[in-house]
């Protein structure tokens, strides 16, 4: 556990591995109670954006932008587009984050047809640099994307992925209750309903 993380606010980790991986692959969870009142340091912000720079890309197009919301009157723009469901638990965080993917390369113009998908990777390096850091980070599709565009300033050729919360865990009490239900590790399929072998069976 990092020194960042509050041992109060832990809880058992129910996940299991199948075959060993290091144990940061299920530590890592998308929580939704921060602690409003304790910033994200620079050192650890940048820190989880470093990380989300080295991820693999098309061609290394690096298709990925974060726009950065920590000040309370950039926060408040992201507010004004994010669905009231997520708002109601993500406006309590510290930082917030647009990804956004460039969807033409910029060597020759030509489009990227994995822009999303390399996004996607630079967000989940992001998200488990943040769990090593201690952490806690929460990727959200319920956004208006053309809200973000307009109050942004976003051009056409760049497409909001996600919005991402980043700060340090708070405590589940301040989460409506239908959502302090929530507030666990999720679990996953077994590898096998998701792993194919040879070819896609037949239904």
């Known amino acids: 556990m990092s020194e960042n993380q509050n041992p109060v606010q832990a809880s058992a980790n129910p996940r299991q591995a199948e075959y060993p991986i290091d144990p940061i692959y299920l530590e890592r969870w998308s929580p939704r109670s921060y ?3 304790k910033p994200v340091t620079d050192a650890d912000l940048f820190g989880v954006l470093e990380a989300a ?6 061609n290394n197009g690096q298709p990925w932008r974060f726009i950065v919301a920590r000040t309370p009157e950039d926060r408040a723009v992201f507010h004004g587009f994010i669905n009231p469901s997520n708002l109601v638990w993500c406006q309590h965080a510290p930082v917030l984050l647009l990804l956004l993917s460039k969807t033409t390369f910029e060597a020759n113009g030509h ?3 994995k822009h999303a998908f390399d996004a996607g990777t630079a967000w989940g390096y992001l998200a488990l640099e943040a769990a090593r850091k201690g952490l806690s980070s929460h990727a959200m599709g319920g956004f208006d994307a053309e809200k973000a565009r307009e109050a942004l300033g976003i051009s056409d050729d760049y497409e909001p992925q996600v919005v991402i919360s980043l700060g340090y865990r708070g405590a589940i009490e301040q989460l409506p209750e239908g ?3 929530r507030e666990v590790p999720s679990p996953r399929k077994p590898l096998a309903e998701t792993v194919i072998e040879g070819h896609f069976p037949n239904r």
């Open 35 to 37: 602690q409003g009142d």
């Open 53 to 58: 720079r080295w991820a693999p890309s098309a």
């Open 179 to 181: 959502l302090q239900l």
């Open 111 to 113: 489009p990227n047809r």
